[in-house]
């Protein structure tokens, strides 16, 4: 039997990024979470072959503070929650504090960052080893180029599918996480060209607008309704305007997109049987209710949560939808003046 030792922290960071990087749309998802963290209004993201050789994200945002650029690269490391309270009363998006040691020991980064907008630091990292760190000027915010994704980790690498499935994985995250935040303007760039450009304005009709074009926006009718502990809305399509996968429904809980097949259902059933099989409506519900009646701390990628009240919640959503169809249906012509 081989001796009991413990791992490198490169080791162990590689085996930690299992849980979170599983391919480029993680490393997508967990920058432009940071860019959102940090109060970011405008986040612009760029790949090359499907984020495969390159993924920067450029934020507006707080930056990170040069002496902290090295912590913020550290495991379990974080701005953002310092007690076990805050634990379950989370009020960002990340809290882990594992992305940036995650993705930095499985690919090269170049992280520009700046607190003020005149001096800024870059550091230079890859596979979890720092290579270099200097002063340099830099705009307000950060810039992160994450290159070579999985160089060092081969047996990852080939799980990564076509350069297609990825990008469109891709495409599918930035749709999600800018319907989540209509205030931040999202640029996504593949292979000089634009796939995703959102106003940031706020306006979330106009923000369904750029993700799935004017038509389909202007058909959607929105929809609002509050109890003492949930606030619901958003925009739904009219059960003629549907699609063949469930796809097209994204629900946020206070402004973090999850996935939760309760309420998926709970919204397809205030359509009733006005869907036809195997169609689905395109959905946008914003769903706000106290960070302590949410439980992100139950999947390393955060993409399912635990809602305490989650029957009342699954009432709400079922019954305003109903109630939303069933007054369109009385009034045929109000369709036309939404
Ligand atoms: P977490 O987001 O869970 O805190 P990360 O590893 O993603 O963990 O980031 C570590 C820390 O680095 C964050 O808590 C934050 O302070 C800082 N940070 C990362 N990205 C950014 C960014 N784009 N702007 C400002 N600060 C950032
Ligand atoms: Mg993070």
Redesign the pocket.
Request: glycine content about 12%; cysteine-free.
């Given at each position: 039997m081989a001796h009991i030792q413990r791992l490198s922290p490169t080791l162990s960071n590689q085996i930690a990024a299992g849980e979170v990087i599983e391919r480029p749309a993680s490393v997508v998802k967990?920058?432009v979470?940071?860019?959102i963290?940090?109060q970011?209004t405008q986040i612009d993201i760029v790949v090359k072959d499907a984020g495969i050789s390159l993924i920067k994200?450029t934020?507006n945002?707080?930056?990170?503070a040069a002496d902290?650029v090295e912590?913020?690269?550290q495991p379990h490391?974080?701005?953002?929650?310092s007690s076990n309270q805050d634990l379950f009363n989370v009020k960002?998006?990340?809290?882990?504090?594992?992305?940036?040691?995650?993705?930095a020991a499985v690919a090269k980064v170049n992280?520009t960052?700046s607190t003020n907008g005149s001096r800024g630091v870059l550091v230079q990292i890859a596979g979890g080893q720092q290579l270099n760190k200097q002063t340099v000027a830099a705009t307000k915010?950060?810039s992160?180029e994450v290159k070579d994704l999985f160089y060092n980790t081969p047996a990852r690498l080939k799980y990564i599918k076509t350069v297609n499935t990825e990008l469109n994985r891709i495409i599918d995250i930035v749709n999600r996480l800018a319907l989540a935040q209509p205030q931040i303007a999202f640029t996504l760039i593949n292979e000089q060209r634009n796939l995703i450009r959102t106003s940031g304005n706020g306006n979330l009709q106009q923000t369904i607008a750029g993700i799935y074009g004017r038509k389909v926006a202007e058909q959607m009718v929105s929809f609002e309704q509050q109890t003492s502990d949930f606030r619901i809305f958003g925009f739904i399509s009219l059960p003629q305007q549907t699609r063949a996968s469930r796809n097209y429904i994204s629900l946020l809980v206070n402004n973090r997109y999850i996935i939760n097949y309760q309420l998926t259902k709970a919204l397809l059933a205030g359509y009733g049987s006005k869907l036809m099989v195997g169609r689905y409506p395109l959905a946008v519900v914003h769903i706000k209710m106290a960070p302590l009646l949410v439980d992100v701390n139950v999947h390393p990628t955060k993409r399912e949560v635990r809602l305490s009240k989650e029957a009342q919640l699954i009432d709400l959503i079922t019954t305003t939808v109903a109630a939303k169809l069933q007054q369109l249906n009385l009034i045929p012509d109000a369709v036309h003046n939404l």
């Open positions: 967990e920058l979470e940071n860019a963290d940090a970011a994200v934020d945002g707080n930056g990170i902290e912590l913020a690269f490391a974080t701005s953002k929650i960002t998006l990340g809290f882990r504090g594992e992305a940036l040691a995650s993705i992280l960052t915010g950060t992160i």
